[in-house]
Nanobody
Protein backbone atom coordinates (compact mmCIF):
# COMPACT_ATOMS: atom_id res chain seq x y z
CA UNK A 1 0.00 0.00 0.00
CA UNK A 2 1.14 3.51 -0.82
CA UNK A 3 0.25 6.63 1.11
CA UNK A 4 0.50 10.20 -0.12
CA UNK A 5 0.24 13.04 2.37
CA UNK A 6 -0.04 16.64 1.23
CA UNK A 7 0.69 19.64 3.41
CA UNK A 8 1.29 23.36 3.13
CA UNK A 9 -2.13 24.61 2.15
CA UNK A 10 -3.79 27.58 3.79
CA UNK A 11 -5.17 31.06 3.34
CA UNK A 12 -3.08 33.53 1.37
CA UNK A 13 -3.76 36.95 -0.10
CA UNK A 14 -3.76 37.50 -3.86
CA UNK A 15 -0.21 37.90 -5.08
CA UNK A 16 1.15 35.78 -2.26
CA UNK A 17 3.00 32.48 -2.29
CA UNK A 18 2.61 29.02 -0.84
CA UNK A 19 4.71 25.88 -0.99
CA UNK A 20 2.90 22.57 -1.00
CA UNK A 21 4.59 19.32 -0.07
CA UNK A 22 3.67 15.73 -0.83
CA UNK A 23 5.35 12.83 0.91
CA UNK A 24 4.94 9.34 -0.46
CA UNK A 25 5.46 6.30 1.74
CA UNK A 26 4.71 2.61 1.80
CA UNK A 27 5.36 -0.11 -0.74
CA UNK A 28 6.84 2.01 -3.47
CA UNK A 29 8.70 -0.05 -6.01
CA UNK A 30 9.25 2.69 -8.51
CA UNK A 31 8.05 6.18 -9.28
CA UNK A 32 7.55 7.28 -12.84
CA UNK A 33 5.58 10.44 -12.30
CA UNK A 34 4.56 12.57 -9.36
CA UNK A 35 1.97 15.19 -10.12
CA UNK A 36 -0.26 17.86 -8.67
CA UNK A 37 -3.90 18.28 -9.57
CA UNK A 38 -6.53 20.58 -8.13
CA UNK A 39 -10.27 20.77 -7.78
CA UNK A 40 -12.01 24.07 -7.29
CA UNK A 41 -15.48 24.24 -5.75
CA UNK A 42 -18.07 23.10 -8.24
CA UNK A 43 -15.50 22.17 -10.86
CA UNK A 44 -13.82 19.03 -12.11
CA UNK A 45 -10.37 18.03 -10.98
CA UNK A 46 -7.69 19.40 -13.28
CA UNK A 47 -4.02 18.85 -13.91
CA UNK A 48 -1.57 21.40 -12.53
CA UNK A 49 1.98 20.08 -12.86
CA UNK A 50 3.97 16.86 -13.10
CA UNK A 51 7.53 15.67 -12.80
CA UNK A 52 8.97 12.42 -14.11
CA UNK A 53 11.61 10.36 -12.38
CA UNK A 54 14.03 11.69 -14.97
CA UNK A 55 13.34 15.27 -13.96
CA UNK A 56 11.17 16.35 -16.87
CA UNK A 57 8.37 18.70 -15.95
CA UNK A 58 5.04 19.63 -17.46
CA UNK A 59 2.64 22.39 -16.46
CA UNK A 60 -0.91 23.41 -17.16
CA UNK A 61 -1.13 26.73 -18.97
CA UNK A 62 -2.64 28.26 -15.83
CA UNK A 63 0.46 27.28 -13.85
CA UNK A 64 3.22 28.19 -16.30
CA UNK A 65 5.44 30.99 -15.07
CA UNK A 66 3.92 30.99 -11.58
CA UNK A 67 4.18 27.45 -10.22
CA UNK A 68 7.26 25.24 -9.95
CA UNK A 69 7.25 21.51 -9.25
CA UNK A 70 10.37 20.04 -7.73
CA UNK A 71 11.79 17.28 -5.59
CA UNK A 72 14.02 17.81 -2.62
CA UNK A 73 16.45 15.96 -0.46
CA UNK A 74 13.70 14.00 1.23
CA UNK A 75 13.08 10.76 -0.59
CA UNK A 76 9.80 10.38 -2.43
CA UNK A 77 8.77 13.96 -1.75
CA UNK A 78 7.56 16.45 -4.29
CA UNK A 79 6.88 20.16 -3.84
CA UNK A 80 4.77 22.74 -5.60
CA UNK A 81 5.97 26.31 -5.19
CA UNK A 82 3.11 28.63 -6.06
CA UNK A 83 3.79 32.32 -6.60
CA UNK A 84 1.62 35.23 -7.70
CA UNK A 85 -1.45 33.41 -6.48
CA UNK A 86 -4.85 34.45 -7.76
CA UNK A 87 -8.34 33.93 -6.33
CA UNK A 88 -8.98 31.45 -9.16
CA UNK A 89 -6.20 29.26 -7.75
CA UNK A 90 -8.45 28.50 -4.80
CA UNK A 91 -8.91 24.73 -4.74
CA UNK A 92 -8.08 21.51 -3.01
CA UNK A 93 -4.68 20.44 -4.30
CA UNK A 94 -4.03 16.73 -4.68
CA UNK A 95 -0.80 14.83 -5.12
CA UNK A 96 -0.73 11.80 -7.41
CA UNK A 97 1.84 9.09 -8.02
CA UNK A 98 2.25 6.78 -10.99
CA UNK A 99 2.41 3.92 -11.59
CA UNK A 100 -0.44 2.71 -9.48
CA UNK A 101 -2.76 5.69 -9.68
CA UNK A 102 -2.31 6.69 -6.06
CA UNK A 103 -3.83 9.89 -4.71
CA UNK A 104 -3.51 11.86 -1.52
CA UNK A 105 -6.44 13.34 0.37
CA UNK A 106 -5.60 16.88 -0.64
CA UNK A 107 -4.74 20.18 0.98
CA UNK A 108 -6.91 23.27 0.70
CA UNK A 109 -5.51 26.46 -0.78
CA UNK A 110 -7.62 29.59 -0.41
CA UNK A 111 -6.57 32.79 -2.12
CA UNK A 112 -8.56 35.69 -0.78
CA UNK A 113 -8.16 39.16 0.62
Amino acid sequence: QVQLVESGGGLVQPGGSLRLSCAASGSINSINVMAWHRQAPGKQREFVAAMTSGGSTNYADSAKGRFTISTGNAKNTVYLQMNSLKPEDTAVYYCALSPGGYWGKGTLVTVSS
